[in-house]
């Protein structure tokens, strides 16, 4: 169990909002991410830490391809979307507007950026997968503020309180 101190020096951390998005013989997966880094320049890599056993994850594995979309000060309610249902019970892409990245991942329109990378590893670190992707493509494509994850406002007033958005959505 997760201690509430940690919880609490946790929730000081401020980070990005993103939908990592894959597909896998053209059936979409997504989920909400935050934890998210810069690897390294030579060459270009990205990491993204996933939950692993979830759909998105699966998807990623069986694809050898991801898509990081960068989300606005806009997309709360699709960030919730992404983080609250699992893809394998629910089609999270219904009536949400994407095209193909490069790779062929769900590239959202909503976005404001997007990473677009090809699977280069996978290495387990505690509860979750750090899945190390070579960047192929990214840009950004609207001047709208990134959204920053605030554990206080993204949970819905009530709501059930899971520490792995993934978790939370059986993703």
């Given at each position: ?12 951390i ?26 390294s ?50 089609n ?43 960047i ?36």
């Open positions: 169990m997760v201690d509430d101190k940690l919880i609490e020096a946790f929730d000081t401020r980070s990005g909002v993103y939908i990592v998005t894959s597909a896998y013989r053209r059936k979409p997966a997504g989920c909400t991410v935050v934890w998210l880094s810069r690897v320049f030579d060459p270009p890599l990205l990491a993204v830490h996933l939950a692993p056993g979830g759909h998105t994850f699966e998807t990623i594995t069986k694809g050898k391809r991801f898509c990081v979309n960068i989300l606005g000060d806009s997309g709360l309610l699709l960030a919730r979307a992404f983080g609250f249902a699992s893809g394998s019970t629910q999270k892409f219904e009536d949400i507007p994407y095209t193909s990245s490069a790779s062929g991942s769900p590239l959202l329109e909503s976005a404001i950026g997007y990473i677009d990378c090809k699977l280069q590893s996978m290495t387990p670190v505690g509860d979750h997968v750090m899945v190390i992707g070579e192929i493509d990214a840009a950004r494509t609207s001047e709208e503020q990134p959204m920053i994850y605030d554990p206080h406002t993204f949970y819905v007033k009530g709501g059930l309180r899971v520490e792995s958005l993934g978790q939370q959505a059986g993703e």
